[in-house]
C-alpha cells in the first residue's frame, strides 16, 4: 500500500523553527517530486514548496520567503520541510503529496498534479 506520513508538527513559539518530514512506505520516492501544502482554519488548503524527484528544482510560495527550506534524502526515502522563523499565520496542517507524472527536472504547487497525499501534521505557531 502507498503511504505518505508527515511527522515533526508541534507548536512553537513564533520566532521557532520545526523540519517537517514526510516518509513514504509501499513504494521508492526516487521517481516522484514532492509537493509541500497547508490548509489554515477556514481557508483552503495552498502551496508551500515542492522539489523534482532529482532535487535539482525547487520552488517557493512567496510567503516563506527564504524562511523554508525542502529538501529530499532518497537514500531514506524521505523529503523535508525545514521551517524557520515561523509566524503565527504559518499555523495550519501541513500536508506531503507525491507525483511521478512530471518530468524528472520539474516540480508543482498545484494540488491537483498530485496522486498520493498524506494525512497532515498540525503546526501551531503561538507565544
Known amino acids: 500500500q502507498l503511504q505518505l506520513v508527515e511527522s515533526g508538527g508541534g507548536l512553537v513559539q513564533p520566532g521557532g523553527s520545526l523540519r517537517l518530514s514526510c516518509a513514504a512506505s509501499g513504494f521508492t520516492l526516487d521517481y516522484y517530486a514532492i509537493g509541500w501544502f497547508r490548509q489554515a482554519p477556514g481557508k483552503e488548503r495552498e502551496g508551500v514548496s515542492c522539489?523534482?524527484?532529482?532535487?535539482?528544482?525547487?520552488n517557493y510560495a512567496d510567503f516563506t520567503k527564504g524562511r523554508f527550506t525542502i529538501s529530499r534524502d532518497n537514500a531514506k526515502n524521505t523529503v523535508y520541510l525545514q521551517m524557520n522563523s515561523l509566524k503565527a499565520e504559518d499555523t495550519a496542517v501541513y500536508y506531503c503529496?507525491?507525483?511521478?507524472?512530471?518530468?524528472?527536472?520539474?516540480?508543482?504547487?498545484?494540488?491537483?498534479?498530485?496522486?498520493?497525499w498524506g494525512q497532515g501534521t498540525q503546526v501551531t505557531v503561538s507565544s
Open positions: 522539489i523534482s524527484s532529482t532535487g535539482g528544482s525547487t
Open positions: 503529496a507525491a507525483t511521478s507524472a512530471l518530468h524528472r527536472g520539474l516540480c508543482t504547487k498545484r494540488e491537483y498534479d498530485y496522486d498520493y
